[in-house]
């Protein structure tokens, strides 16, 4: 069986440097990093903040602080201790879907080894990651993944669908079973397994979200799911019959779609065990097959209807109603501009036709009847510049 990352090495300098600073890359306005690379170089985290807002992103000081923190890596790495602060929690509640979620705060230097680790792993990614995943992959948002389900809808993939969520994704992945499939995936490379697996020691019982090894490990399992689901055929009259035409994976959630009903739910289950077998996981039983003339896709922020036509999902829209109010009533902080800016991706993305104001003296209180006119002169890119120097 192949294997991957013979090559890679978690133990060079010039490897640790190049990931470190691409982790490092736009963070360093924050205290936490500041105060990090400033015990590296002989600047202080003031002046490197200071440095970090004016747009330098290279200077002597920082190269010698990327060298002494990939020394220390490398060292720590070497010496098999690790010697890392114990992962923090917090409890924030989700403003879409009002979900207490329990997020990771680890250190700096925590966050730096992940991201060499997911680094030196970029073979194995490449390798397993599908066409059709698209969270936490460059290149693949929301908007792509949404596009791709109008495309299906318009060559007629998507008579009947179904949407499946895993139950506690991250927690659920133990530690055990992420080393048990990277160890058959890259079994030569026993440093990097050692180095992977101090990693996820910190995590706990399962992963933690917030963690970017989290994210692309779970990419990682998700990727056989996807090439189960989509390898499950049928004998009919003597031919095989596919299942499932086709699917998409968002991080845990998945979209099924097919020309038959019974073949859909058919892949449901086996896909059910699947999973349940292979990674512990288990799927929400709140699934239903329906059909797409009857009920649109609500999938990544949007809403794919039977016609082709892309909307915003109304709990989206209400929030960013809310957040163009607070502007108009003189709420310009640098957030709340932030925030319209992030929006404005909806609205241009969206195939809206028309936008009416719903009172005259309100011109942020808006219908969902439309937004073409509404991204184009409220929130286009002059306005938007304008916003933000403003604050």
Partial sequence: MKTYCKRANPTDPQTIERYAYEAMSGKLKRKDYSEFVAGYCSLSAKEIRKRARAAVTWYPELEQALHWIALDIAGRIRA???????????????????????????????????HVAVGCMEELWAAKYEYHQYASIRGRGQL?????????????????????????????????TAMQWLRRDIGKNVLLLWF????????????????????FLCNYFMSYAYRFVMGLHKERRGKSVKLCSCALFYMDDILLAGADRRNLVMAVRRLIHYMRDSFGLAIKPTWNVRRHDDAPIDMMGYVITAKGRLKIRRRVFLRARRSFRKVWRGDRTRITLYRIGAY???????????????????????????????AGTILGAQLRRDLLCAA
């Fill in 80 to 114: 098999r201790q690790l010697d890392l602060p114990p992962v923090r929690f917090s409890e924030r509640c989700d403003g879409m879907c009002r979900k207490v979620r329990k997020i990771c705060l680890m250190s700096v230097m925590q966050q730096l080894m992940e």
């Fill in 144 to 176: 792509k993944g949404a596009r791709r389900i109008l495309k299906w809808t318009k060559h007629g993939k998507t008579s009947y669908f179904v949407k499946l969520d895993v139950r506690k994704c991250f927690q659920s992945i133990t530690r055990e």
């Fill in 196 to 215: 992977v697996d101090e990693l996820l020691t910190m995590h706990g019982d399962g992963l933690i979200i917030g963690s970017l090894l989290s994210q």
């Fill in 344 to 374: 404005y991706g909806y609205f241009k993305a969206a195939r809206i036709q028309h936008l009416r104001p719903a009172r005259r003296k309100d011109p942020a209180c808006i219908d969902i009847k439309g937004t073409q006119q509404f």
